[in-house]
């Protein structure tokens, strides 16, 4: 009988948080629980791509990680911008087709390109499997029962995404927690229901919709609960491509390396988000599956202290508090409506014209009423930054295709 394969995989944190090094601890403290830091056949290597720019932090904040620590784990990868400039001239040294310029297409600030610098040194490090771990995500699941009494469960991250990878090119897992930016919302005659389903009917994606944000701010007040039932069945299922995409989050997520010159690179439209969007516009000939596992999203920093092992009994509505809170939220609508016209360009281009005169109906009549409603003008951003990204949608796409062939011609001569 031959001997079971041995497994290196490379755990990707994209991060420009304090909080970091208890993130990582609480993932490698997980990871033992659940067996893998004592599993022979499974090899962990950490990679960090860090950004000191976001939070004002400096190299310490992501390297200082304790001796005991380190040693359950077989290595640990950092990448900032002297790594990155200096693979970059490694690799002009050798006289690979794509010039600077063509890298930093690639390689650079921003989620889009902090996760392909991940990608890139996974496979060149021989990694079989890279798993996406988001410092802002934790190994938990909260739901309620049938007394409506809020439960944890932990979650076995990777454990489940090697149960299934193995079959698949790309296993995606499941969020609950905080994941709209949207705070929860009392409608009056200022701004109505009405109102605001055209305000997201305008900035609609492939995770964003009217019945799915009605539910969560609403019904939910701004909390997503897992599945009982996903959590109790542990079942995977394949998904399935609609209108060009086959949709995937940025965060527990995981690739198998195997066939790692058919994966697409990140990209997004400059200072936008959706990295994981238009990776999902470029998988048609990729096997990917929903797998059984939650990560518990803090999109507010509100429960950090869920790393040091505090359940809350109750979680608590996302109210317009605090400028932090709004100005979340603006930031994400402007995230949003900067990489909408690409997306409507790649996959609905013959309706291209006529949706985006339906985005600016919508959004300059429902603006005025959110500037009203949350006594601000910083919604007004929203529209200018619409046009500007819907007149640069041609450059971006073009840039999108660029990167994509770019990163074809990487993977065939650098690695």
Known sequence: ?????????????????????????????????????????????????????????????YKNVPLALKDLVDSIHFYGVNEVNAEIEHLNQKNIPINTEDCSLLFGEGFAKKRNILTYFAIKLKMDKLL???????????????????????????????????????????????????PYLQFDENLTENDFKLFIDALSNDIISWDKMKQIIINQKGVTYADENILNTSRS???????????????????????????????????????????????????????????????????NNLLNGVLPVQLKAIENTSPEILNRFVQATIGWVRYKPLLVYVTENENFEATMQTMKTNLSYTIPKLCSFFKTDEFNKILVEFEKYRKNVKKHFDDFEKTKATWAVLLQNAI
């Not at 290196?8 to 991060?15: E, K, L, Q, R």
């Not at 938990?140 to 990878?165: C, E, P, R």
């Not at 988000?273 to 000939?285: C, H, I, P, Q």
Request: hydrophobic letters at 35%; charged letters at 20%; glycine letters at 6%.
């Open 237 to 303: 299922y394949e998904v399935e491509e609609t209108n060009g995409m086959k949709f995937i989050s940025g965060a527990n997520l995981c690739f198998n390396l195997k066939n790692y010159k058919k994966f697409p690179p990140f990209y997004n439209p400059p200072g936008a988000r959706g990295e994981d969007t238009f990776m999902s516009t470029a998988l048609t000939d990729l096997k990917v599956l929903k797998v059984p596992c939650y990560t518990f999203h803090d999109g507010f920093s509100m429960y």
């Open 1 to 61: 009988m031959s001997e079971p394969k041995i497994i290196n995989i490379a755990i990707g944190f994209v991060t420009g948080r304090l909080l970091f090094q208890n993130v990582l601890k609480t993932y490698i403290n997980n990871w033992a629980e659940h067996g893998s830091i004592n599993n022979k056949n499974v090899r962990i290597h950490v990679l960090v791509s860090y950004d000191l720019r976001y939070k004002n932090t400096n190299t310490n904040d």
């Open 132 to 182: 996406f771990i988001d410092d802002d995500e934790y190994p938990l699941a909260t739901y309620k029962n049938s007394d409506d009494n809020l439960l944890w469960m932990g979650q076995k991250i990777l454990v489940t995404h090697l149960k299934f990878n193995k079959d698949a090119d790309i296993t995606h897992g499941l969020h609950c927690g905080y994941i709209s930016p949207i």
